[in-house]
């Protein structure tokens, strides 16, 4: 099965942390929602995979009003196969959601939320420029249930510079009271270009990053809640099916400025470009390249150790014997240091050192 996701690049404001593709100027709503919807037919004549997840990811996709989000889930089910049991994901901003905008985007078929939360402590949120306060929050939260929808996640940043690891145990007490089936949470990286890096804002050291870390995991735990990813926890069966879909290798189709796309051996994406993107010239506005087995490699190691699934052993002897005996050398060294472990036939990172993964998987990587 495969996945779609659909880019909404608009914003009201960028926040500080923020260094995805996005823009503030709205104008252009009504334009590009006609130039999505020109795509999917598009993109359909290739595109020919069945569809069990549609994700809705920006920018700010609780922008759009719920019959505009209605029109782009029609021309999706108009042209692909969809499943009757699709996941639909929507992210949005605590403070776009009042009841009726629930209701009825429930009502219209979106059956899972990500919300934006990030922090419940107003400083924090103040810091980030985030549009919402810490009440928003919570009563965007308490709104989503009561409106009917029974898979809420929410995402969380932890690691912020100004912040420590009692008022994260503090933010945290907070997120598990809360009523949602799943949290996705990052750790805060100051990124080139983004408005923290020119405030010339520094990344936290490594002890207080893993302290924090440490104590994310234990909290969720406690809350019942499954590591399954090294960003992402969840109650029993409520994972994003979407997001699996791309650490499992499953073929996708990014719609939208700045999307990106994989299927039939080839990585595609939209340029990041609006105006560009609503001249409907679709093909001028994609680039693609075809995956070597150097790059299928790599991409089975990234995605493999950062979810609790791990690596196929099996998979990496069928289909990378070029590659195995490096393999076979780069994964007995980290089981002795403590950092993989194998089980039932796959090479698995331990939680509490998916802290460090990046550093494992760069012996791994073959350039």
């Given at each position: 099965m495969a996945g779609i996701y659909i880019h909404i690049p608009f914003c009201f404001s960028r926040c500080g942390y923020c260094d995805f593709y996005k823009?503030?100027?709205?104008?252009?709503?009504?334009?590009?929602?006609?130039?999505?919807?020109?795509e999917i037919t598009f993109r359909s004549e290739s595109f020919r995979f069945p569809v069990s997840t549609v994700y809705f990811g920006g920018g700010t996709p609780s922008l759009l009003k719920p019959h505009q989000l209605?029109?782009?889930?029609?021309?999706?089910f108009n042209s692909f196969d969809v499943a009757a049991d699709t996941e639909i994901t929507c992210e949005c901003n605590p403070d776009d959601l009042s009841f009726d905008y629930l209701k009825n985007i429930c009502e219209s078929g979106i059956n899972r939320l990500s919300i934006g939360v990030q922090s419940l402590q107003d400083y924090d949120l103040q810091t980030m420029c985030r549009r919402h306060h810490s009440a928003q929050a919570i009563k965007a939260v308490e709104q989503s249930a009561k409106a009917g929808f029974r898979n809420i996640g929410v995402d969380l940043i932890y690691g912020l510079p100004w912040s420590n690891r009692t008022l994260f145990a503090e933010n945290l007490k907070l997120f598990a009271s809360l009523p949602v089936q799943h949290l996705s949470a990052y750790h805060l990286t100051i990124e080139e270009g983004t408005p923290f890096f020119q405030r010339n804002m520094k990344n936290v050291d490594n002890d207080e990053s893993l302290a924090q870390y440490l104590l994310l995991c234990e909290t969720l735990n406690r809350k019942g809640m499954e590591h399954y990813e090294i960003s992402n926890f969840c109650m029993p069966d409520f994972y994003s099916r979407h997001n699996s879909s791309y650490w499992n290798d499953s073929p996708y189709l990014g719609l939208g400025a700045g999307a990106h796309s994989y299927y039939d051996g080839k990585r595609y994406w939209n340029q990041q470009n609006v105006e560009l993107y609503c001249s409907n010239q679709f093909d001028s506005v994609r680039e693609d390249e075809i995956l070597s087995k150097t790059d299928l490699f790599n991409e089975q190691i990234m995605l493999g150790l950062r979810t609790k699934r791990g690596v196929d052993l099996a998979k990496i002897q069928a289909d990378f014997t070029c590659f195995i005996a490096?393999?076979?050398v780069q994964a007995k060294k980290w089981q002795?240091?403590?950092?993989l472990y194998i089980e039932n036939n796959h090479l698995i990172c331990n939680e509490e050192k998916w802290f460090i993964v990046d550093r494992v998987i760069e012996d791994f990587i073959i350039v």
């Open positions: 823009i503030t100027d709205l104008h252009l709503i009504e334009k590009y929602i006609q130039s999505l919807q020109n209605e029109k782009i889930m029609l021309s999706v490096e393999f076979n002795e240091r403590g950092a």
